[in-house]
């Protein structure tokens, strides 16, 4: 494969990556903007671990390495939130 | 064609073609950067929410606990609302950005069984409570706006309250006796809660109002109007109750409104007194000890008119009553 076809699918994976930590973290805007545990909440890991995934790969070349890069930062504030709202929420609420 | 004419136009078609190359990847670049503007915009105001979010839950975790909000509101009501439990599973909580909802029921009881009293809602943010809602479920409404005279428990130097005592008298007398019935008491002088226990063993002393120095005219030094306060006196095991293996109610009730004294804003926002007065009244306490002026009983309808028979029975108000439930 040639040089310039591998760079344009990195390209794509990173954009990829992008577009689907934003879409994660708008599914969790929604979900707490409304205040109802909406279905959807649980299909965000749907979303962030290909994310993960493509932001990974875009890593391996220069030129999408920045978009790689944007995308794991999204993945990684995603986890972040998931923790802190467990393990916080676990202590906040007292009950089973 | 010479062959000058061909290089010429060749030269040209070469420069065409790099021009077109050239808007093109400029073409490229500016949507890339157009998208990524876009994007990185998207990116910051989606992490807005989320952030705030974490820091609600870091506040009711680290800040003022939502815990600590739960026992301010359940004690209050333990100590300030007459013939008061909680069931722990009843409480809901609900977090959103930078506030927090409390929900639990209220119970009463009346002859042998607990029966719904009040359903309430709270929304805190951060630590004011901002709303209340109460839906009652009762028949009788302790009055709502207290004054000095419209309390169901007086002391014995309060000699106007606004209800009617005989007719109240009249009313339990007009009971069936298949009724069981809950009574607000008001003694005739300051007792122990023990001696109150000894006279009425055939009833549940549910609650006991405490003199704290204040309810004589039901006014604190300030001259602000207080309401009665006091403690249950029955054990209660239920596993929320504060009162809970608790050797001596007394201790418990004065400890609570140690508890409640950092807190008695929020407390006073919760219950329905206007004032609370806590550390006038924690050093009456603490210098004068535990004496009642009136007390809250339920029991079989029979019992109860006994009881308002009894010499140290000033003024009877009769609360809920219920069909037959009292299976001793």
């Keep these: ?96 | 064609m010479d062959s000058y004419e061909k290089l010429l136009s060749k030269a040209k078609k070469e420069d065409t073609d790099y021009h077109k190359s050239g808007t093109k990847k400029m073409k490229r670049a500016i949507n890339s950067s157009r998208w990524k503007i876009i994007l990185s915009t998207l990116t910051v105001i989606l992490l807005i929410v989320p952030t705030c979010y974490m820091l609600t839950f870091a506040y009711y975790a680290f800040g003022t606990k939502s815990t600590t909000l739960m026992d301010v509101s359940s004690k209050t009501l333990y100590i300030t609302e007459p013939n008061t439990t909680l069931e722990e599973m009843e409480f809901d909580m609900d977090f959103s950005l930078f506030s927090m909802d409390l929900s639990f029921e209220q119970y009463k009881q009346i002859g042998d069984e607990f029966y719904p009293a009040k359903h309430y809602d709270l929304h805190f943010v951060l630590n004011d409570l901002v709303e209340k809602e109460e839906e009652s479920k009762l028949e009788k409404i302790y009055p709502k706006y207290p004054t000095q005279k419209n309390q169901w428990i007086a002391h014995p130097k309060q000699l106007f309250v606004e209800f009617d005592n005989a007719k109240e008298g009249r009313i339990l007398a007009g009971l069936p006796d298949e009724t069981v019935v809950e009574a607000y008491i008001s003694l005739d002088k300051l007792y122990e809660v023990k001696e109150i226990e000894n006279e009425m063993k055939n009833v549940d002393l549910t609650w006991a109002a405490i003199y704290t120095g204040t309810e004589d005219e039901m006014l604190s030094l300030d001259g602000d109007v207080v309401s009665p306060i006091g403690y249950p006196v029955q054990p209660d095991n239920t596993y929320w109750s504060p009162f809970r293996d608790s050797a001596s109610h007394e201790e418990t009730f004065l400890e609570i409104m140690k508890e409640l004294l950092p807190y008695e804003k929020i407390a006073e926002e919760v219950s329905t007194h206007k004032n609370l007065e806590l550390e006038e009244r924690i050093n009456y306490l603490e210098k004068n000890g535990f004496e009642t002026y009136g007390v809250v009983v339920t029991g079989p309808k029979s019992e109860i008119e006994s009881i308002r028979k009894l010499k140290m029975v000033r003024l009877m108000k009769i609360g809920e009553v219920k069909l037959w439930n009292w299976a001793r």
Excluded: H, Q
């Design chain 1, 1 to 96: 494969m040639e040089l310039g076809a591998i760079n344009t699918i990195l390209k794509t994976c990173g954009w990829l990556s992008v577009i689907m930590g934003v879409i994660s973290l708008a599914l969790i805007n929604i979900t707490i903007l409304s205040g109802y545990d909406l279905p959807f909440a649980n299909a965000i890991s749907v979303w962030v671990f290909p994310a993960v995934f493509l932001g990974v790969v875009s890593l391996f070349n220069k030129k999408s390495r920045s978009l790689g890069i944007w995308g794991l930062g999204l993945t990684l504030f995603i986890g972040l939130f998931v923790a802190v709202i467990f393990f916080i929420g676990w202590s906040i609420v007292p009950f089973p």
